[in-house]
């Protein structure tokens, strides 16, 4: 195990009707003026956006309020939303959504007391100050409730990149399950994928000793193959939203990524899908998975053939491991798919003749070097000969 500092301050407030305390909390935290992110109309008509303001109002504590935020969010919002939180003297961002609100909420905070461009924190410079942050997650899926990450796409060439920083970890997250039961069964699955592959991209390691971490992410996974299935069947299931919804909080808070080094080749490659096509992450992640561990089982076949075991309750050939090893990522494969999501390119909207476009930007777009380095360094070739595992 390598060493490591974890630093998780989130305050997390977890169970129904919880949104309601998202005044108290804001006053709780130092916010004196707030602006509220959101996405699209459920929001506000189901309510939720009413009973966040109640709730300020009960503070008084005034606010200003930025809709518009779409799946893969983009950097114009981001830019719109800076220069209002300047004008109008923000200091706290309320975001009411899902990963997508809540990272253009942090881009926002963070840009907001940087002199340059926003977009330099996603070309490698780390986040370091931000105005504060909390969150009322509606959906279960990215984790960034939790998390010191956020990913935005940027409009001027579609790409989608990753910035860093513990000055985003939100200082509180409102987690009520119960407000992701109105989500289509499409939305639901894309969020179970992109849970699992946060799981998967960090069990993937060079790292040799990591037995405690790996139980946490081989539990965390089989809890996700139980409860996943149950919600689809049963959207109104409060206990499996529940149990779905912290999961994704522990598997993307780092708790499990600890003292290991991590994949993150599977992400950076399903981001160029979703840039393009823009389709869901998650439902780009389960065609990019399974494609992406076929083709580099053999850098430690052995990693693969354990979670065949533990997670999909394979039998170890221990005289042919990789035979174990492509039957569990076989299985996976066929999880995303008894769930509804995608298997092919055809069937996520992608078109084998943008291989070349999508790996041009992975590998030399904003800055690349020709390669990407995760579990194992991959180059241009290695990342075309996976898009076409995709077909």
Same mark, same amino acid.
């Given at each position: ?11 997390? @407030? ?8 998202? #005044? ?15 996405? &699209? ?10 009973? =966040? ?8 504590? *005034?606010?200003?309020?930025?809709? #518009? ?41 963070? &840009?907001?007391?940087?002199? #340059? ?22 959906? $279960? ?15 001027e060439g579609m790409f989608k990149r990753g910035a860093s920083g513990?000055? @985003? ?8 399950? %119960? ?10 699955? $894309? ?33 996700? =193959? ?8 049963? /959207? ?14 522990? %598997? ?28 869901a992450h998650g439902a780009g992640l389960a065609v990019t998975l399974?494609? @992406? ?7 430690? @076949? ?5 979670? $065949? ?11 042919? /491991? ?19 999501? *995608? ?48 077909v």
């Amino acid at each position: 195990m390598e060493n490591f500092t974890f630093y998780s301050p989130t305050c997390f @407030v977890f169970g129904k009707e919880t949104e309601s305390q998202a #005044g108290s909390l804001v006053k709780r935290f130092g916010g004196s003026k707030v602006l509220i992110h959101y996405g &699209g109309g459920s929001a506000i008509k189901s309510g939720l956006i009413d009973r =966040i303001k109640a709730s300020l109002d009960k503070e008084r504590i *005034p606010y200003t309020l930025l809709g #518009g935020v779409k799946p893969n969010p983009r950097s114009g919002l981001v830019y719109q939303g800076i220069d209002l939180c300047k004008k109008e003297n923000i200091d706290f961002i309320l975001a009411v959504g899902g990963g997508s609100t809540i990272d253009s909420a942090k881009a926002i905070a963070a &840009g907001t007391l940087y002199d #340059g461009d926003f977009w330099d924190f996603y070309c490698g410079k780390t986040i370091e100050q931000a105005i504060p942050i909390g969150t009322v997650l509606t959906i $279960a899926a990215a984790g960034s409730e939790g998390s010191p990450d956020t990913v935005i796409t940027k409009e001027e060439g579609m790409f989608k990149r990753g910035a860093s920083g513990d000055a @985003v970890r939100p200082k509180f997250s409102i987690l009520n399950p %119960a407000l992701t039961q109105t989500l289509p069964p499409h939305q639901t699955a $894309a969020g179970i994928t992109d849970i699992m592959a946060h799981l998967y991209e960090r069990y993937l390691t060079n790292t040799k000793e990591v037995e405690v971490t790996d139980r946490i992410i081989e539990g965390l996974l089989l809890t996700m =193959i139980h409860e996943g299935p149950r919600v689809i069947a049963d /959207p109104n299931n409060y206990e499996a939203r529940a149990n779905i919804m912290w999961a994704g909080m522990m %598997a993307h808070n780092n708790s499990c990524g600890v003292g290991r080094s991590q994949d993150w080749n599977s992400h950076a490659i399903e981001h160029e899908l979703s840039a393009l096509y823009d389709c869901a992450h998650g439902a780009g992640l389960a065609v990019t998975l399974p494609a @992406v561990f076929t083709y580099v089982m053999n850098h430690d @076949v052995m990693r693969f053939a354990q979670a $065949a075991v533990r997670v999909w309750g394979c039998q170890m050939d221990f005289a042919h /491991p990789e035979v174990t090893a492509r039957e569990g990522i076989e299985k996976l494969r066929q999880f995303f798919i008894s769930i509804g999501m *995608p298997k092919n390119f055809a069937e996520l909207g992608a078109k084998e003749e943008d291989i070349p476009a999508l790996v041009k930007s992975l590998c030399r777009g904003n800055g690349g070097d020709g390669s990407i380095s995760g579990f194992v360094k991959l180059n241009e070739d290695d990342c075309a000969k996976i898009y076409k595992l995709m077909v």
